[in-house]
T-cell receptor
Framework: DVKVTQSSRYLVKRTGEKVFLECVQD?????MFWYRQDPGLGLRLIYF???????EKGDIPEGYSVSREKKERFSLILESASTNQTSMYLC??????????????FGSGTQLSVL | AQKITQTQPGMFVQEKEAVTLDCTYD???????LFWYKQPSSGEMIFLIY??????QNATEGRYSLNFQKARKSANLVISASQLGDSAMYFC????????????FGTGTRLKVLA
């Protein structure tokens, strides 16, 4: 079974801490994404990566950075966590088809609480 | 600007009945794809169904069908014979061919199936 695995389902951190959210996919996908999900706002793209060491900002990159040293792993980093970063974080991957039918495969999400 | 609108924050349906979840979209790109994803309480987003803008027929996948009305820019999801396991959040999403890595998500509809 193909899988996108996020390292933690629930995470509680203090303001000012550096937080790492890890995501691993076993489908050899080139594209990987980090989304943030908030009630009433849907999913918003933070960053995506289309190749190892390649990344592009999404719609809400402020306060976040990413790292992709290996094809299967995409990390989201909160340099100094703040309470407004309390949210559900979803990792996704896809294989580029060059067409509109390229679907996303998601992990189970990490519910991050920053206190 | 690209946009997905889901106007129903929550819906109830009786078990075994059909339900329609609404989705309207806005795009100026002639080539685009529309997706529906299901998010159960476990958190993982599950792909349900896809419709391409040039597809002549409405997409169907088992109990799921997509009522695609291009002129109205609507892509409603129809679930037939609802089951208790259908209780979840449902997201409509769009991908344009020109927005290489970008998917736009709606705010979601929470469906509750009643026994």
């Amino acid at each position: 079974d193909v899988k996108v695995t996020q390292s933690s389902r629930y995470l509680v951190k203090r303001t000012g801490e550096k937080v790492f959210l890890e995501c691993v996919q076993d489908m050899d996908h080139e594209n990987m994404f980090w989304y943030r999900q908030d009630p009433g706002l849907g999913l918003r793209l933070i960053y995506f990566s289309y190749d190892v060491k390649m990344k592009e900002k999404g719609d809400i990159p402020e306060g976040y950075s990413v790292s992709r040293e290996k094809k299967e792993r995409f990390s989201l980093i909160l340099e100094s966590a703040s309470t407004n970063q309390t949210s559900m974080y979803l990792c996704a991957s896809s294989n580029p088809t060059g067409a509109t039918n390229e679907k996303l495969f998601f992990g189970s999400g990490t519910q991050l609480s920053v206190l | 600007a690209q946009k997905i609108t889901q106007t129903q924050p929550g819906m109830f349906v009786q078990e075994k009945e059909a339900v329609t979840l609404d989705c309207t979209y806005d795009t100026s790109d002639p080539s685009y794809g529309l997706f529906w994803y299901k998010q159960p309480s476990s958190g993982e987003m599950i792909f349900l169904i896809y419709q391409g803008s040039y597809d002549q027929q409405n997409a169907t996948e088992g109990r799921y069908s997509l009522n695609f009305q291009k002129a109205r820019k609507s892509a409603n999801l129809v679930i037939s014979a609802s089951q208790l396991g259908d209780s979840a959040m449902y997201f409509c999403a769009m991908r344009e061919i020109t927005g290489t890595y970008k998917y736009i998500f709606g705010t979601g509809t929470r469906l509750k199936v009643l026994a």
